[in-house]
């Protein structure tokens, strides 16, 4: 069974569970300090890039992924992404392959090899910045703007995966939401990296027009933030009567779904969710429910494909 992320991760300073679980954080810790020291010999023939994040979840890496993909594509190189197999993924995993040729193996070093023999120019790793298996040409680290680093620990006292001074080792971050002001995270930022390259990116839904904003909706999801989910839509002036949340990843079974339904007929309410929700329904449970395509802007994408010239 999937467990909710605790919403003390996300408090603004930390409270006294932070506290308690501190002493817990220390495997992670030593994990990061061992990764710091380990050499890892290049792969050769083939640029890398990762998408990664220090937050766990809900940063928007999947998206990116796509997004930087298109990017070079244009460019005229031939791409593919990498994602670490996970039974628990499959969603994302659908969601890739309809954008892009995907390798998605047990290891990501496997998955490269593969990539190599099949003469792709850049691999796209959605996710991996821990991965000491691997070095890549650049590594980007995502933000959600909302959650930004939670209460700041690690876990399980937090969400963090590394400190936040860890961006002096990577080369770009994402800050990704809704039009927020990041000015204070950027100072933040630049504190830690002084030459770390900030790209700035909202959420643009794709078939918004599907939707009549005098209906009702109920809306439902399953993902790392679905706060992010949420304001995309009232930015959108969708009208949301009823919210239901289910943990990331969340498998959805019949009976779920029927329970969504007799909800929104109750509120007399269209039901509405994620494409990565849609893609984890069952054919047969997934009439009346419609979803949300997004795509990303990238508010200084002329500087992003400079940026990503430079290894190119």
């Not at 679980?21 to 992670?28: N, W």
């Not at 770009?172 to 100072?187: P, T, V």
């Not at 933040?188 to 959420?203: A, R």
Request: a positive charge.
């Amino acid at each position: 069974m999937k467990l909710k992320k605790p919403n003390f991760w996300d408090y603004k300073k930390p409270n006294l569970i932070s506290y308690l679980l501190l002493p817990l954080t220390l495997p992670v810790i030593i994990n990061n300090f061992l990764l710091v020291k380990k050499k890892i010999k290049d792969i050769e023939n083939i640029k890398k890039i990762c998408i990664g994040n220090i937050y766990i979840g809900g940063t928007a890496k999947t998206p990116l992924s796509i997004k930087i993909s298109q990017i070079i594509k244009k460019l005229g190189y031939k791409t593919a992404i990498i994602k670490k197999y996970y039974k628990d993924q499959l969603d994302e995993q659908e969601l890739l392959k309809k954008r892009d040729k995907l390798y998605t193996l047990n290891h990501r070093k496997e998955s490269l090899e593969r990539a190599i023999k099949d003469n792709i120019d850049v691999a796209i790793f959605d996710d991996g910045l821990q991965d000491g298996a691997l070095n890549y040409d650049l590594r980007f680290v995502c933000f959600n703007n909302d959650k930004w680093i939670g209460n700041g620990f690690l876990i399980p006292a937090g969400p963090l995966r590394e400190k936040l001074d860890s961006i002096s080792k990577y080369d770009a971050i994402f800050l990704n939401g809704n039009d927020e002001d990041n000015s204070i995270k950027k100072e933040i930022i630049k504190k830690y990296n002084p030459n770390i390259e900030i790209f700035e990116t909202s959420y643009a839904p794709v078939n918004i027009n599907k939707f009549n904003i005098e209906d009702k909706y109920l809306i439902f999801s399953g993902i790392g933030n679905p706060d992010t989910f949420k304001k995309t839509l009232a930015k959108n002036k969708i009208n949301i009567v009823k919210e239901i949340i289910f943990p990331d990843h969340y498998q959805y079974s019949s009976s779920d779904i029927d329970k969504i339904k007799f909800t929104a007929q109750n509120f007399d309410a269209k039901i509405l969710t994620t494409e990565k929700d849609y893609l984890r329904i069952k054919n047969e449970d997934s009439k009346e429910i419609e979803f949300l395509e997004i795509d990303i802007i990238v508010k200084q994408e002329v500087e992003l494909i400079n940026f990503l010239k430079t290894i190119l």
